[in-house]
């Protein structure tokens, strides 16, 4: 309960906690940042972090000539590249272990399940498409390790979501800010963004229970 209290608090005042964040750390904002990008997509035990709503806050919060914009697309884009990779490389040399153990409580049965159904439906461009899904962003590499995906493929659409995925939230944010009603309204469009980015999960979960 306390980690969705403090989920919920991050979300409804972002601008708030960004604010802050780079007030307090100043160029040490962006190594921040980093890590909480590089945490969410490259270890399992991190899904719940903020992924789409945080880089759509930061390109809102840059577009107030907080931080550099470029500087920004391209330290996130690394993180999230280099996130997936460990990922993979988890799932690859400990993946197995950890879930006949079951050494990491956050490692559910139905995230995995999920994940691998992706697998089967869209093939290795569910490390692409999986970065704008939730939880399956997150267990995307991991289950490509197990499965001992090649690297070099995994690796090219590693960096072609990653660098996606960086860009069409961190921009969409930077200029969209600039509108005034986006500005007044950014705890709704964190809302709303949030609620899109869970649909597809929702819907396919409705579709499986209509086949059983």
Avoid at 176 to 203: T, Y
Wanted: aromatic residues 16%.
């Amino acid at each position: 309960m306390e980690i969705i209290s403090t989920f919920l608090d991050l979300v409804l005042h972002l601008d708030k906690h960004l604010s802050v964040i780079v007030q307090n750390h100043g160029p040490w904002a962006y190594g921040i940042f980093f890590l909480v990008i590089f945490a969410e997509t490259g270890l399992v035990a991190t899904p719940f972090l903020p992924g789409d709503s945080l880089l759509f806050g930061l390109g809102v919060f840059v577009a107030a000539d907080s931080l550099n914009i470029y500087w920004l697309f391209i330290i996130l884009s690394m993180a999230a590249i280099l996130g997936d990779s460990v990922n993979y490389a988890i799932g690859k040399y400990i993946g197995l272990t950890l879930l006949e153990r079951n050494k990491i409580r956050f490692i559910k049965e139905a995230h995995i399940k999920k994940t691998e159904n992706f697998y089967k439906k869209y093939g290795p461009k569910t490390i692409v498409l999986a970065r704008f899904i939730p939880i399956v962003r997150t267990f995307a590499p991991f289950v490509a390790g197990i499965s001992k995906m090649q690297y070099i493929r995994f690796f090219t659409y590693n960096c072609l979501g990653g660098i996606l995925w960086i860009a069409i939230f961190l921009f969409s944010g930077y200029y969209l800010g600039g509108f005034k009603l986006v500005k007044e309204n950014l705890n709704i469009v964190i809302l709303l963004i949030i609620f899109l980015s869970i649909m597809p999960g929702v819907v396919e979960f409705f579709r499986h229970r209509q086949k059983q």
